[in-house]
């Protein structure tokens, strides 16, 4: 995988903290691997819906990557849940599922982002960087493989 | 069965086998398949309904499955770790098909897709006239990957024609 320079919080320097939430352990897994290139943290985990709003409470993560389809409760009604009661929540949706309304309706209920699976290292660390703009400062040289 | 609802699973399965595999993939065959799925390797199922409905299998060679669980996890598994394996070829599968439907469903067909789930039995059941099976190897450096489709394009209304329009 490429070096990354490291994207911390602007407010502290402290790595940027993420909940991880995918049905697919493969899913989190390589998720977890790419963000910590990227100096992040990951604080939570969860396989569905349900269990990501429990989550988000406990650990006030700065940003959740979320799947789509999943058990009990898809990404998007869940990121709904989220933004609702945490309205500066950072949801950035992950899934293969990337045709355009599906887009529209995950922008439409408070996620800030998309990315499609198979998901690239460097499209994520630009989508990171991109969301939490003032709030996240990259290490001088920062750019994808910086 | 279409041939514009076949190719984009192709288009995908290709593109995603090359990026997970980490090598190059040639199709090595392609067949009608008439008599009931019986399972090679690893396997895993997705379901499929609304206007295009039935079964996609992704059925992946015991190496192929450890090698693309190994790319995944981005650690050495092993033939033994059956659990990592069995939830690669999910995670494979669910790529494939999240990638397909995004080309259909933009191209104005509308389908509902379940979660991956694993098939674990030796057989499967038999094509019907209207399910026929299309089952394609895909040749990677470690084993094949067969994807076996089972769909019928199911009309409704003329919600189909109104999109693509």
């Keep these: ?146 | 069965m279409r041939m514009d609802v076949i190719q984009p699973f192709i288009n995908s399965a290709d593109a995603v086998l090359a990026q997970g595999m980490g090598s190059p993939i040639a199709i090595e065959n392609l067949s009608m398949e008439e008599g009931a799925y019986r399972r090679q390797g690893v396997a895993a199922e997705v379901c499929l309904t609304g206007e295009i409905e039935g079964r996609v299998i992704f059925d992946v060679d015991l190496g192929a499955a450890v090698q693309l669980a190994s790319r995944l996890a981005g650690v050495e598994v092993s033939e033994t770790d059956e659990e990592m394996v069995r939830e690669a070829v999910c995670e494979l599968a669910n790529q494939i098909i999240g990638n397909a439907i995004t080309t259909l469903n933009d191209q104005g067909f509308h389908f509902h897709v379940r979660p991956p789930t694993l098939h674990l039995s030796e057989q499967g059941s038999k094509s019907s006239e209207d399910t026929e099976a299309l089952v394609m190897a895909f040749n990677t450096s470690s084993g094949n990957v067969f994807m076996n489709l089972a769909l019928r394009h199911h009309c409704i209304g003329t919600e189909h024609v109104a999109v693509a329009g």
């Design chain 1, 1 to 146: 995988m490429e070096n990354f320079a490291p994207v911390t919080r602007s407010e502290d320097g402290q790595p940027v903290r993420y909940l991880i939430v995918d049905d697919s352990v493969f899913a989190r897994k390589n998720l977890a691997r790419m963000v910590e290139t990227f100096g992040g943290q990951v604080v939570g985990e969860a396989g569905d819906g349900v269990s990501a709003i429990k989550e988000y409470a406990r650990v006030t993560p700065d940003i959740v990557l979320m799947d789509i389809t999943m058990p009990q409760m898809e990404g998007i009604e869940a990121a709904e849940k989220i933004v609702r009661d945490h309205p500066g929540a950072r949801i950035v949706m992950v899934s293969s599922v990337g045709y355009q309304e599906n887009i529209v309706a995950a922008l439409q209920r408070g996620a800030r982002h998309f990315v499609q699976k198979p998901v690239k290292a460097e499209v994520l660390y630009e989508v990171i960087k991109y969301v939490m703009r003032d709030d996240g400062v990259a290490a001088r040289g920062a750019g994808a493989g910086g």
